[in-house]
């Protein structure tokens, strides 16, 4: 979740690496709005890190790094 302060802001968001899905990769974001990005491993994607990277096009970005783990079936 972030939130945009002194809004309009545009934002894009992408992720390091293709085991990453994110349900939305950018938008617009009026002052105080916020927004939730949902990130989901590929099925199938043994352990690993990746970071998702979100910007707002002024030159500032926060980045946050994910990771997983397969788990054994049951």
């Known amino acids: 979740v972030f939130t945009a302060v002194g809004g309009p802001v545009q934002w894009s968001a992408s ?3 293709p085991a990453l899905s994110l349900d ?3 938008g617009t974001l009026g002052d105080r ?3 939730v990005i ?3 491993v ?3 994607t043994l352990g690993g890190a ?3 990277t979100i910007s707002d096009g002024q ?3 926060a980045q946050v790094v994910v990771t997983w783990a397969a788990l ?3």
Do not use: F
């Open 59 to 61: 030159g500032n970005a």
């Open 50 to 52: 990746a970071t998702v």
């Open 38 to 40: 949902t990130v989901t």
């Open 15 to 17: 992720a390091s690496d």
């Open 24 to 26: 939305v990769s950018g």
């Open 42 to 44: 590929q099925p199938g």
């Open 72 to 74: 054994p079936a049951l």
């Open 33 to 35: 709005e916020s927004a």
